[in-house]
């Protein structure tokens, strides 16, 4: 065992590990993807200066809005405006840091390579339905309140490609062998990023977007 640990400890103090797979590393946006990617982004849900700070070292830009409640389970907390990032949105996106933040890496560690290797064109924009919306999950008068009503979530309808082309959820899960790669390989990525996944396996209200937040229940389907 000794002789174990002592190995060990050389190899780590010749090949350090990436912070990337460190779970008690700061997150930084300008890192490709690791172990412990989504530790690091766990840990900007409970601390908004520390989400703040991770966005204000980025290249992501931001805009900071004001946090005020519009419901008894509603409000914009701890949000943020994408004003630039990789690539455009169909358009604004006003969500939560963690989402802002967990969403640049999505798109640019997990999208922009899927679309290339399946797709063969670079992606050009991504297509949303919406954020904030002061709902219950389903619309309902019941049950518990959407992750929407906090901005918490984002609905992601398709893609469009430099090319000119666009995938959408709704034609492209069941479409072609690349848009099928496609959108299961980003559905995948997705699911170590974000706290919870939503698409066309999960039900028919989701056969057209992926829902994507960073709430407290964990989902990837």
Same mark, same amino acid.
């Given at each position: 065992?000794?002789? /174990?640990?002592?190995?060990?400890?050389?190899? *780590?103090g010749r090949h350090p590990i990436p912070p990337e797979h460190l779970p008690y590393e700061r997150l930084d946006l300008s890192r490709p993807l690791g172990l412990a990617t989504g530790f690091q982004l =766990? =840990?900007?849900? %409970?601390?908004?200066? /520390?989400c703040r700070g991770v966005l204000e070292l980025s290249a992501l830009q931001t805009r900071p809005i004001e946090s005020r409640r519009t419901?008894? !389970?509603? +409000?914009?907390?701890?949000?943020?405006?994408v004003q630039r990032s990789t690539v455009p949105y169909s358009g604004a996106v006003r969500v939560t840091c963690p989402v802002a933040a967990a969403l640049y890496?999505?798109?640019?560690?997990?999208v922009a390579p899927a679309a290339d290797r399946h797709l063969g064109s670079p992606l050009a924009r991504i297509d949303h339905l &919406?954020?904030?919306?002061?709902?219950?999950? &389903? +619309?309902?008068?019941? +049950?518990?309140?959407?992750?929407?009503?906090?901005?918490? =979530? *984002?609905? *992601?309808?398709? !893609?469009?490609?430099a090319d000119g082309r666009r995938v959408t959820l709704l034609d492209g899960w069941d479409g072609s062998p690349g848009e099928r790669a496609f959108l299961r390989e980003i559905r995948d990525g997705a699911c170590g990023l974000f706290?919870?996944?939503? &698409?066309? %396996?999960?039900? =028919?209200?989701?056969?057209?977007?992926?829902?994507? %937040?960073? +709430?407290?229940h964990g989902v990837c389907r």
């Open positions: 065992m000794l002789v /174990l640990v002592v190995a060990l400890t050389t190899v *780590i =766990a =840990a900007l849900r %409970d601390d908004p200066l /520390l419901g008894p !389970f509603c +409000g914009l907390l701890n949000a943020v405006e890496l999505w798109e640019r560690e997990v &919406g954020t904030y919306s002061c709902r219950r999950i &389903g +619309g309902g008068p019941t +049950g518990r309140p959407s992750q929407h009503a906090t901005a918490n =979530a *984002i609905d *992601i309808a398709g !893609f469009r490609l706290r919870a996944v939503l &698409g066309p %396996d999960y039900n =028919a209200a989701h056969r057209d977007h992926f829902h994507l %937040d960073m +709430g407290p």
